[in-house]
């Protein structure tokens, strides 16, 4: 058999495997077992332990830890509660306030989380409620924060960036950095579509004298000024030049820590011990992940199905856009049905020579990649977000949730066009900080 015919049937197993609901960490790891010992004999086995273990032989993956353990604080206060607050009490008489209050206070709770799960769960609990109680049709509801919660992976510092830093060896900080300007640029469109469909709607949450005090408004400010001060600080150490990413992430997980303590009066051994229990469980479930993918990266190389694809995708001899294009619907197909780190760490080896020989910036697509990653978070079968809206709000039905964040999926899809037209406003503020990479 064949490269392309080997290539064919990794294929096909693997889907079909990450399709049977299989943890995937062990998916990927049994499948490149199977396959090695298939195609290579026995003998095969002798480096697999050796690659697993080299997988994750990466002091950058100190960070990911840290980045979690600081999303499980936030997430475990009431911090979600108060942003959202104090974001509505400034924005309740914009048409559709309380939805562009909840997706500031997403936008804002990614910055601190770097989590798109987290973000839906703490933003969602306060904030569905509250709409669904003032009137707010339950598509606009529960859609606005399904698709708020997607900027959690997208707005520094985000898990995806680090993923795909350490797997094709680019700058986390320039990554950080590249995602900022899109992640404000996709929270402005999501909002623009809100206002135009409340305004369509003719919607009021509140009666028209109805009116916030100045001091209402400014009380508001204090629970959520600290940690947001920690956003800042973790941006300044880490690209002041201080700090590498794994000693800014554990900084900021300190200081969370901290805070959470400090502000919420979060002493209780049980809340405690559920944040190190979250913790421990997603960046283990996070770094098994990361070995199986190396492992499975392995295997794909020396069984010469990634240089036999690389090959075919050259010899299409097509315009460089339109690779472009094909890479995209690539990635949002299996966004619909394998998690986002799978694919980051799958994908990524295989994509980036194919990316740097058209011409393109890694920098820049990875924001791409992670845009399409957030489609897949809230698109069918696998939409982890559509699941966490639906068991905070269960009676409100599925097909109801994906109908409210389709408009979103829109304002993704015309983010990447924007982003291809003008790359810039991913590169320009790296080049910027960190000086332009020749």
Same mark, same amino acid.
Not at 153 to 169: N, V
């Given at each position: 058999?064949?490269?392309? *015919?080997?290539?064919?049937?990794?294929?096909?197993?693997? /889907?079909? =495997?990450?399709?049977?609901?299989?943890?995937?960490?062990?998916?990927?790891?049994?499948?490149?077992?199977?396959?090695?010992?298939?195609?290579?004999?026995?003998?095969? +086995?002798?480096?697999?332990?050796?690659?697993?273990?080299?997988?994750?032989?990466?002091?950058?993956?100190?960070?990911?830890?840290?980045?979690?353990?600081?999303?499980?604080?936030?997430?475990?206060?009431?911090?979600?509660?108060? #942003?959202?607050?104090?974001?509505?009490?400034?924005?309740?008489?914009?048409?559709?306030?309380?939805?562009?209050?909840? +997706?500031?206070?997403?936008?804002?709770?990614?910055?601190?989380?770097?989590?798109?799960?987290?973000?839906?769960?703490?933003?969602?609990?306060?904030?569905?409620?509250?709409?669904?109680?003032?009137?707010?049709?339950?598509?606009?509801?529960?859609?606005?924060?399904?698709?708020?919660?997607?900027?959690?992976?997208?707005?520094?510092?985000?898990?995806?960036?680090?993923?795909?830093?350490?797997?094709?060896?680019?700058?986390?900080?320039?990554?950080?950095?590249? @995602?900022?300007?899109?992640?404000?640029?996709?929270?402005? /469109?999501?909002?623009?579509?809100?206002?135009?469909?409340?305004?369509?709607?003719?919607?009021?949450?509140?009666?028209?004298?109805?009116?916030?005090?100045?001091?209402?408004?400014?009380?508001?400010?204090?629970?959520?000024?600290?940690?947001?001060?920690?956003? =800042?600080?973790?941006?300044?150490?880490?690209? *002041? @030049?201080?700090?590498?990413?794994?000693?800014?992430?554990?900084?900021?997980?300190?200081?969370?820590?901290?805070?959470?303590?400090?502000?919420?009066?979060?002493?209780?051994?049980?809340?405690?011990?559920?944040? +190190?229990?979250?913790?421990?469980?997603?960046?283990?479930?996070?770094?098994?992940?990361?070995?199986?993918?190396?492992?499975?990266?392995?295997?794909?190389?020396?069984?010469? /199905? !990634?240089?036999? /694809?690389?090959?075919?995708?050259?010899?299409?001899?097509?315009?460089?856009? =339109?690779?472009?294009?094909?890479?995209?619907?690539? +990635?949002?197909?299996?966004?619909?049905?394998?998690?986002?780190?799978?694919?980051?760490?799958?994908?990524?080896?295989?994509?980036?020579?194919?990316?740097?020989?058209?011409?393109?910036?890694?920098?820049?697509?990875?924001?791409?990649?992670?845009?399409?990653?957030?489609?897949?978070?809230?698109?069918?079968?696998?939409? #982890?977000?559509?699941?966490?809206?639906?068991? $905070?709000?269960?009676?409100?039905?599925?097909?109801?949730?994906?109908? *409210?964040?389709?408009?979103?999926?829109?304002?993704?899809?015309?983010?990447?066009? $924007?982003?291809?037209?003008?790359?810039?406003?991913? !590169?320009?503020?790296?080049?910027?900080?960190?000086?332009?990479?020749?």
């Amino acid at each position: 058999m064949g490269p392309a *015919g080997q290539g064919a049937l990794v294929l096909s197993v693997t /889907l079909l =495997v990450l399709l049977s609901g299989a943890p995937v960490a062990f998916a990927l790891g049994a499948i490149s077992i199977v396959f090695l010992v298939i195609f290579d004999g026995l003998d095969a +086995l002798r480096v697999v332990a050796e690659t697993f273990y080299g997988g994750l032989n990466d002091f950058t993956l100190v960070s990911i830890p840290m980045f979690v353990m600081m999303g499980a604080a936030i997430g475990s206060s009431p911090a979600g509660k108060d #942003l959202y607050e104090a974001l509505d009490r400034w924005l309740y008489r914009v048409p559709g306030g309380l939805v562009i209050s909840n +997706l500031g206070a997403c936008a804002l709770f990614a910055a601190l989380t770097g989590s798109s799960p987290a973000t839906c769960a703490a933003i969602g609990k306060m904030g569905i409620p509250e709409m669904r109680k003032r009137g707010y049709p339950d598509d606009i509801a529960t859609g606005s924060i399904c698709a708020g919660g997607t900027l959690g992976i997208l707005i520094p510092p985000s898990i995806t960036f680090i993923l795909y830093g350490i797997a094709t060896e680019t700058s986390i900080g320039r990554l950080f950095l590249a @995602g900022v300007l899109p992640g404000i640029m996709l929270t402005g /469109l999501f909002i623009l579509w809100t206002l135009f469909i409340m305004w369509k709607r003719g919607f009021r949450a509140h009666a028209a004298d109805f009116r916030y005090t100045w001091r209402e408004k400014f009380t508001s400010i204090p629970k959520v000024a600290p940690f947001l001060a920690i956003v =800042v600080g973790v941006m300044y150490v880490l690209y *002041g @030049g201080i700090a590498t990413p794994s000693e800014a992430a554990g900084v900021g997980a300190a200081l969370c820590v901290v805070l959470a303590v400090l502000i919420y009066r979060m002493w209780s051994p049980q809340a405690w011990w559920a944040i +190190l229990r979250d913790t421990t469980r997603e960046s283990v479930m996070i770094l098994m992940i990361i070995g199986a993918a190396v492992l499975f990266g392995y295997m794909l190389t020396s069984l010469y /199905l !990634t240089q036999t /694809l690389a090959q075919a995708i050259a010899d299409l001899n097509v315009n460089r856009w =339109v690779l472009m294009f094909l890479i995209n619907v690539f +990635l949002l197909v299996c966004g619909c049905f394998i998690p986002p780190a799978a694919i980051i760490l799958m994908t990524s080896p295989i994509l980036l020579p194919i990316i740097r020989a058209a011409g393109f910036d890694p920098v820049w697509f990875g924001v791409i990649l992670t845009i399409n990653m957030e489609i897949g978070l809230i698109s069918p079968p696998v939409g #982890l977000n559509i699941y966490v809206i639906n068991s $905070i709000a269960p009676d409100v039905r599925l097909m109801q949730i994906m109908r *409210g964040a389709f408009p979103y999926v829109l304002c993704m899809v015309l983010a990447i066009v $924007i982003l291809s037209v003008f790359p810039e406003i991913a !590169t320009w503020l790296p080049d910027k900080m960190m000086g332009t990479v020749h």
